[in-house]
């Protein structure tokens, strides 16, 4: 019960009943109890996001990835970002355009943080500079740190620039969200490899 494996499994299990039972309650047209149930999804949610945090820190053979106090606002940044994307193409406001690109932004920011933040090992300065290096896929030139997450900005920008302008049509939305989430993917895959890299010995 220690292990945040386990911890995990439980937040993703009552994460995913209370979201069950929020749209059984709307097909039953109990709207008041479905958004009631929603607020209180918003901590399953969080912690949902969040707890990958907690389980990468278990793994202390990995020093990049006891940087907890940059990585569990880092996950709670992208989760938004995401839910926001995913929005946008039903739901074209201009403040949730301009918070997506917002989150966008500061998700590079941590991203960059991780990458020249002070990092207290040498393991973990290692894995740091090695971030970079991580291609997209075999093969590829493209880094998937510095690609991804330029991917993400400039898709978020997109997207407000397009709902700003009065130019937002779901399919564009829709495609920039698609293009948002593969940076996030490239920038994830980046920085779970650069982690396992350093040799432990």
């Known amino acids: 019960?220690?292990?945040?494996?386990?911890?995990?499994?439980w937040v993703l299990m009552a994460f995913g009943g209370i979201t069950a039972a929020i749209l059984v309650a709307r097909v039953l047209g109990l709207d008041g109890f479905a958004d009631g149930l929603r607020w209180t999804n918003l901590v399953g949610g969080s912690l949902a996001a969040a707890y990958t945090a907690f389980l990468f820190a278990q793994c202390e053979g990995r020093d990049l990835w006891q940087h907890t106090r940059v990585l569990l606002p880092h996950l709670l940044v992208q989760a938004l970002c995401v839910g926001g994307a995913a929005l946008l193409p039903f739901v074209p406001d201009q403040k949730l355009a301009v918070a997506v690109c917002v989150l966008a932004v500061v998700h590079h920011g941590l991203g960059l943080l991780e990458r020249f933040g002070h990092h207290e090992t040498h393991n973990a300065k290692m894995a740091a500079a090695l971030l970079p290096g991580v291609k997209a896929w075999p093969g590829s030139r493209l880094s998937?740190?510095?690609g991804g997450m330029s991917m993400t900005t400039a898709a978020a920008l997109l997207s407000m620039l397009l709902v700003l302008g009065g130019l937002a049509h779901p399919v564009s939305l829709a495609l920039c969200a698609l293009v948002a989430w593969f940076g996030?993917?490239?920038?994830e895959h980046a920085y779970v490899r650069a982690g396992q890299l350093p040799p432990l010995s």
């Not at 996030?184 to 920038?187: G, I, R, V």
């Open 1 to 9: 019960m220690r292990s945040w494996l386990v911890k995990g499994a």
């Open 144 to 146: 998937a740190f510095h």
């Open 184 to 187: 996030l993917y490239l920038y």
